[in-house]
């Protein structure tokens, strides 16, 4: 092969091989497909390949409510909004002070990382609280989670032409941003996020309030 022929070819594994590390793990082959799903019965669907177990969105058609959790018009924050927003100058200040504290200048700002929005307080909170009456937590699990990057590209439903392109075996998806847990490196104030109806991956601002899909390791007995 030609350096001329190579290139182009070079270029274009660099390209994959950056999407997939940015995922945190390598993407499917077959995003999208349904006959690999099994629906449980019970307001989630197991992917038996891959040992997950989605929760199913529903649409109420009324639109936002946080009392339903499998909502899918419902969006949530990473982290509440600080009491008081930092500028750049205040944060170049307080990074002054770690340095001559002997603190490194990586040193993140508590308030930034804290996972202490909705999505964790009131999402993921409502999937894992046992119920009053029962004693279980939704679907009889309590382990309920946010899905990395590289999970939520399984529910990506590749050339598709009607949006959103989330795979309806889940549920109904809405057009737009979804969390992951995937934070974003050396930005504290951000994590990745994922987009069903064009599959691309970018960063979000913690205290921006978007979509999200639980998951959990496992199958539909276990």
């Known amino acids: 092969m030609s350096q001329s022929e190579a290139m182009p070819r070079m270029l274009l594994m660099g390209l994959l091989g950056w999407t997939v590390g940015m995922a945190g793990g390598a993407l499917p082959v077959h995003a999208g497909e349904t006959d690999a799903y099994r629906d449980c019965g019970n307001g989630t ?5 891959r040992d997950l177990v989605w929760e199913k969105k529903q649409d109420s058609g009324t639109g936002p409510d946080p009392s339903r959790p499998h909502e899918v018009a419902n969006t949530y924050t990473w982290t509440e909004a600080p009491k008081e927003p930092v500028t750049w100058r205040e944060r170049r200040a307080r990074l002054a002070k ?14 930034r990382v804290k996972p202490n929005g909705t999505l964790f307080t009131v999402f993921l909170a409502s999937l894992n609280r046992p119920d009053p009456l029962t004693g279980e937590c939704f679907a009889g699990r309590c382990d309920w989670r946010i899905p990395t990057m590289a999970e939520l590209e399984l529910l990506r439903v590749r050339n598709c032409r009607d949006l959103p392109c989330g795979n309806p075996v889940v549920g109904p998806s809405v057009n737009a941003r979804y969390w992951s847990s995937l934070e974003y490196e050396g930005w504290p104030e951000y994590a990745w996020a994922s987009k069903f109806f064009s ?9 921006t309030a978007l979509h999200a899909r639980a998951v959990r390791d496992g199958d539909c007995d276990h």
């Open 199 to 207: 599959g691309n991956h970018n960063r979000a601002r913690k205290t």
């Open 98 to 111: 770690k340095r001559l504290a002997g603190a490194s200048e990586d040193s993140k700002e508590p308030m």
């Open 45 to 49: 669907v197991s992917d038996p390949s």
